[in-house]
């Protein structure tokens, strides 16, 4: 199992993953997207938008510093996911996916949303869990080694920190009328990733032909692809249980980052130095360094003041319990900000 790894859970049992490996290298900042984009109607049903074709998964790589933009997307009801290199193949078909997309003499699709991510570093394991039929989960799951730290920069924004500089942010969409609620997933590795990377968003080395590797490095088809990098139910990080957590795979600690003074390393870049911990950051991707939590097993907020995570439970909203919730969700702004 790769050291570095982010899952999304995007329907029932479909989970896919985008891995980067804890190998130090120099690259311009690149970005990742896993999104769900619903342009909403005027009558405002989940139903309408994607019969419309107006709702879309987005991955995208874009820049952060200096590099060319790259694109890629996949439309809800349609099949072809277009890849950041420019490149497009079948991401989901008939027999993977059920049919429940309405309206006369159109093709039937069921819209497949992102609902869950769990991002994980050695044995550390954060989990953002919005799928239906279950409480919201938004916590550490495992803390063996204070490597990720999550951080809360608003009431629908979290980002979570590798020790490399390398962050996931989760945005999170709700529609209430349609009781759906989504992750908007963004990696953003450091400069580190340039053909390191395996999975869903390819190898980032510019090759528009190589981006359909397995693990070992092997050419696959589009469909193999699919399957090759699919994770079970059982593999998805936020369905292990305690025991399985503590045996993932240490942080290899052989494997430093720091940020270094402009002086001493030209571009700021990021270096293999051995008396740096993996309490330091690497500048360009991470600002508020000074606010850096060394207890990681605790949501930051944006202004970094230590509160405790909270699991957040599916509440409802009826007429009867509109002033209760408006009490708990007061509450959890105290407890968070």
């Known amino acids: 199992m790769e050291d570095i790894q982010v899952q999304v859970e995007y329907g029932p049992g479909e989970i896919i993953k985008f891995n980067v490996p804890d190998k130090p290298y120099t690259y311009e900042e690149l970005k990742c997207e896993i999104q769900t984009r619903i342009n909403r109607l005027k009558d405002k049903t989940f139903e309408k938008q994607y019969l419309d074709d107006d709702a879309n998964w987005i991955i995208a790589i874009s820049n952060t510093c200096i590099t060319e933009a790259f694109r890629c997307a996949v439309p809800v009801a349609g099949s072809s996911l277009r890849r950041f290199k420019m490149k497009t193949f079948d991401g989901c078909s008939p027999s993977q996916y059920p049919s429940k997309l309405r309206g006369p003499g159109r093709p039937t699709w069921d819209p497949f949303c992102v609902c869950a991510v769990a991002v994980r570093a050695g044995a550390d394991v954060f989990v953002i869990d919005r799928c239906p039929y279950k409480p919201i989960r938004i916590k550490y799951m495992s803390c063996n080694e204070n490597l990720l730290d999550a951080r809360k920069l608003d009431e629908k924004n979290y980002r979570i920190y590798f020790p490399s500089g390398t962050y996931v942010q989760a945005v999170l969409e709700d529609y209430p009328t ?86 001493h390393v030209r571009g700021n870049k990021p270096k293999e130095i051995r008396e740096c911990s993996e309490d330091t950051i690497v500048k360009c991707a991470k600002e508020d360094n000074l606010a850096l939590n060394k207890n990681k097993c605790q949501i930051r907020n944006k202004r970094s003041v230590v509160k405790p995570a909270v699991l957040l439970q599916n509440v409802p909203e009826t007429r009867h319990s509109t002033e209760r919730i ?7 702004c105290i407890i968070f900000i």
């Open 326 to 332: 408006h009490r708990h969700r007061r509450g959890m």
């Open 178 to 263: 349609d009781n759906v609620r989504t992750v908007n997933v963004h990696v953003y590795p450091s400069k580190s990733d340039h053909g390191l990377t395996g999975g869903l968003c390819g190898t980032l080395n510019g090759n528009i032909w190589d981006d359909f590797m397995d693990r070992g490095g092997n050419l696959l088809s589009a469909e193999a692809f699919n399957q090759h990098w699919r994770v079970s139910w059982a593999e998805f990080l936020g369905n292990m249980n305690e025991d399985q957590l503590n045996a993932l795979p240490r942080w290899k600690h052989d494997v430093f980052y720091c940020t270094c003074p402009h002086e």
